[in-house]
Nanobody, 125 residues
Framework: QVQLVESGGGLVQAGGSLRLSCTAS????????MGWFRQAPGKEREFVAS????????IYADSVKGRFTISRDGAKDTVSLQMDSLKPEDTAVYYC??????????????????WGQGTQVTVSS
């Protein structure tokens, strides 16, 4: 089993920044691809960013490309999401996810086996 715990959410003004962190415990985190997803009220959960197991390859949703950066620290078993130039439409609950069956990044939520409980990000205009 893998346990994922997100932190770093909060309230920020438009144009501001936040850094989300996801700490993993349990199994071999370093072998897993990791991803961030988000879900706004009344909307389906959507892909935000993903990183492969060695941290050298990343993909992003078009809506966050150039503003968000995903990274990982194998020594600390954490994956982070640096969010800059935040917009009100970025308001959502953000979830961290682990893909245990493959080391490769992916935008498909059904490929992830483990999920965190989510952290709220609210961007005011």
């Amino acid at each position: 089993q893998v346990q994922l715990v997100e932190s770093g959410g909060g309230l920020v003004q438009a144009g501001g920044s936040l850094r989300l962190s996801c700490t993993a415990s349990g199994r071999t985190f370093s072998r897993y691809a990791m991803g961030w997803f988000r879900q706004a009220p009344g909307k389906e959960r959507e892909f935000v960013a993903s990183i492969n197991s060695n941290g050298r390859s990343t993909i992003y949703a078009d809506s966050v490309k150039g503003r968000f950066t995903i990274s990982r620290d194998g020594a600390k078993d954490t994956v982070s999401l640096q969010m800059d130039s935040l917009k009100p439409e970025d308001t959502a609950v953000y979830y961290c996810a682990a893909r245990s069956r493959s080391p490769y990044e992916t935008k498909w939520s059904q490929e992830y086996d483990y999920w965190g409980q989510g952290t709220q990000v609210t961007v005011s205009s």
